[in-house]
């Protein structure tokens, strides 16, 4: 999971925005420093995507002058969740029941500052009727 992130001067530096998500800015003094920042923010983006329990936009294909952005994969894990979540319309509190869990464990699950281990993630994905298929590709 990655977004197209354009990195343009301002007048303190360098903004970064994406235009898949209108939630996100990042900031930065200079062009390598903004796409570091964007990480971090593209995270706090999904946060708040995952909060306002909205699914997470795909990306669009990247455009000159644009740079990607990887969402990190266990933040990518969790946007699968919560976006399979959403489409179902299954709240916290119902996801947690049918896990057999406590409502407090899926907000750690969904939570990207949070660390939760893999089989965690393969319950969930898979009493929401659904299975992780993961494959690889050439970095960027």
């Known amino acids: 999971m990655k977004y197209a992130i354009q990195v343009a001067p301002d007048s303190a530096g360098y903004m970064a925005t994406c235009r898949d998500?209108?939630?996100?800015i990042a900031a930065g003094d200079t062009v390598e420093e903004t796409l570091k920042n964007s990480v971090e923010m593209l995270e706090t983006t999904i946060s708040i995507y995952i909060d306002d329990r909205e699914s997470l936009p795909a990306?669009?294909?990247?455009?000159?002058?644009?740079?990607?952005v990887r969402v990190p994969t266990a933040?990518?894990?969790?946007?699968i969740i919560s976006n399979e979540m959403v489409a179902q319309g299954i709240s916290n509190a119902d996801l947690a029941y049918r896990m057999g869990t406590h409502p407090s464990h899926i907000d750690r699950l969904l939570d990207v500052n949070y660390t939760i281990k893999m089989d965690v993630f393969d319950s969930a994905i898979l009493t929401l009727g659904k299975q992780l298929v993961v494959t690889t590709e050439t970095a960027l």
């Open 75 to 79: 933040t990518e894990f969790k946007v």
């Open 59 to 68: 990306s669009t294909a990247e455009q000159e002058g644009e740079h990607w």
């Open 21 to 24: 998500l209108s939630k996100f």
